[in-house]
């Protein structure tokens, strides 16, 4: 069974540029989230969503950062201007519902220069 | 102060021998305790997950949970190079959904 995909892996921008990370959860799984992880430190939830419906974002800065899942399945998260401080690995999980277990993806990891 | 307290390491043994992994908490409200090891340039992945306090045992892994002391801790026996990797201790209140809370990891490296 194929994982979490996460894409692209590696993304380097200049500040103030735009940037989208996408992901495609585990098929069937109804829960997805995204993740930040900055060097040397766990990861920080951005924003969950059960099936279309984002249940918590009380993370996500939302003066730059938006996400969306059409569908109930694949999500992209964007981040417009991006800012030096939003360099870190960002992450996607995905999990069914009533399981514990959340499925992380590789990671996109983002440098702004 | 963070919620979860993790020393970063680095912790460096020999190959075979017992590691001994921590994590700190102050809300006591935590009542999942997970473990997930990442290695480098790769997703966390699930290790073990205990409910309440305890031990879980799991092969060369045994998870305990003290929840009086706010402590949970990660036992590794016979440690093997391929165990090197950051180690992530992760909680959640039973009412706040599948939502984590993450300590900041211990890099762990086993050497042959």
């Known amino acids: 069974e194929a994982g979490v995909v996460q894409s692209p892996r590696y993304k380097i921008i200049e500040k103030k540029q735009p940037v989208a990370f996408w992901c495609n959860p585990i098929?069937?799984?109804?829960?997805l989230y995204w993740y930040r992880q900055n060097l040397g430190q766990g990861p920080e939830l951005l924003i969950r969503y059960e099936n279309e419906e984002a249940v918590d974002d009380s993370q996500l800065p939302k003066d730059r950062f938006s996400a969306e899942r059409l569908k109930g399945v694949d999500s992209t998260l964007k981040i417009q201007p991006a800012e030096l401080g939003d360099s870190a690995v960002y992450l996607c999980?995905?999990?069914?519902?009533?399981?514990?277990?959340?499925?992380f993806g590789p990671g996109t990891r983002l440098l702004v220069l | 102060q963070k919620e979860v307290e993790q020393d970063p390491g680095p912790l460096s043994v020999p190959e075979g021998a017992i590691v001994s992994l921590n994590c700190t908490y102050s809300?006591?409200?935590?009542?999942?305790f997970m473990w997930y090891r990442q290695y480098s340039r790769k997703g966390p992945e699930l290790l073990m997950y205990?409910?309440?306090?305890g031990n879980k045992e799991d092969g060369r892994f045994t998870a305990q949970v003290d929840k009086s002391s706010k402590y949970i801790s990660l036992f590794i026996r016979d440690s093997q190079p391929s165990d090197s990797a950051t180690y992530l201790c992760?909680?959640?209140?039973?009412?706040?959904?599948?939502?984590?809370?993450f300590g900041g990891g211990t890099r762990l490296m086993v050497k042959p």
């Open positions: 992760a909680m959640k209140r039973s009412s706040a959904g599948n939502m984590l809370t």
């Open positions: 205990t409910y309440s306090s």
């Open positions: 809300n006591s409200a935590f009542q999942y």
């Open positions: 999980a995905s999990s069914l519902a009533g399981d514990e277990t959340q499925y």
């Open positions: 098929s069937g799984h109804n829960t």
